[in-house]
């Protein structure tokens, strides 16, 4: 069985810094893609990163490009995202997703197989 497990989620200050984990376990291939979405209250949920443990690639939305950076441990199984420069509108739940391939975009959305619970950021003016 597939799991992800996502924690780091809180409340921070307008241009503070919050770091987000997800560990994978159960995954049935050697290499993952691990996306972040988040979904703030009334809007749909949109992919902001993504890492690929197969060359370590990353992929970012412009909502975040230069402010969050997406890592991976891959002893651990584990995909990071920090966010810095953080901005109230970032207040949203985060989720991560794991897939064998990263797509962000439209598509993003009904890509990933394999979903964690969230966890709430909040980002306070």
């Known amino acids: 069985e597939v799991q992800l497990q996502a924690s780091g989620g809180g409340l921070a200050e307008a241009g503070g810094s919050l770091r987000l984990s997800c560990t994978v376990s159960?995954?049935?291939?050697?290499?993952?893609?691990v996306a972040w979405f988040r979904q703030a209250p009334g809007k749909e949920r949109e992919a902001v990163s993504c890492y690929s443990s197969s060359d370590g690639s990353t992929h970012y939305a412009d909502s975040v490009k230069g402010r969050f950076t997406i890592s991976g441990d891959n002893a651990k199984n584990t995909v990071y995202l920090q966010m810095n420069s953080l901005k109230p509108e970032d207040t949203a739940v985060y989720y991560c997703?794991?897939?064998?391939?990263?797509?962000?975009?439209?598509?993003?959305?009904?890509?990933?197989?394999?979903w964690g619970q969230g966890t709430q950021v909040t980002v306070s003016s």
């Open positions: 997703a794991a897939d064998s391939a990263c797509a962000l975009g439209m598509v993003a959305l009904k890509w990933y197989d394999y």
């Open positions: 159960g995954f049935p291939f050697d290499d993952f893609a």
